[in-house]
């Protein structure tokens, strides 16, 4: 094993493509396709997340194009702000939610699972990696 990802990330990357596809495609109402991306697309996108690192580069690819299915379900214009696909229902906005979301939220049940992992060796080694990350971050600044 040589932690390439590359493969996994090619993977992710050409089902979200063929998904996105095939919801553009489809009959759905705009508000149907962003619920199927909420609820199915992004949740089957993010089930890798705890074990794959992913580069911020990744996730911004994956947010565009996610993005751009929304977009172009409402009809709206390619130059139409990012900001206004994510923000909230209820301040006018479509209410797309970011991938990054997903992504930082299975990161934090992970770790939080590592530290009270039945198993003292996967919560010792899961408690030293994280103290030492902090104190490399604290002597970095």
Known sequence: MDLCWRHQHRRMADNLIQKLKALKCSFATPRQT??????????????AFPVTPCAPAELDKWDTLIGMTAKDKFGLWRSTPTAMVRENIHTFGLGSTSIYVEHHRRLAVALAGSLVDPSC????????L???????????L
């Open 130 to 140: 994280l103290s030492h990350q902090i104190n490399h971050m604290k002597n970095a």
């Open 34 to 47: 962003l619920a199927i991306i909420c609820i199915a697309i992004i949740p089957s996108l993010a089930y």
């Open 121 to 128: 060796r996967h919560k010792l080694v899961t408690s030293c």
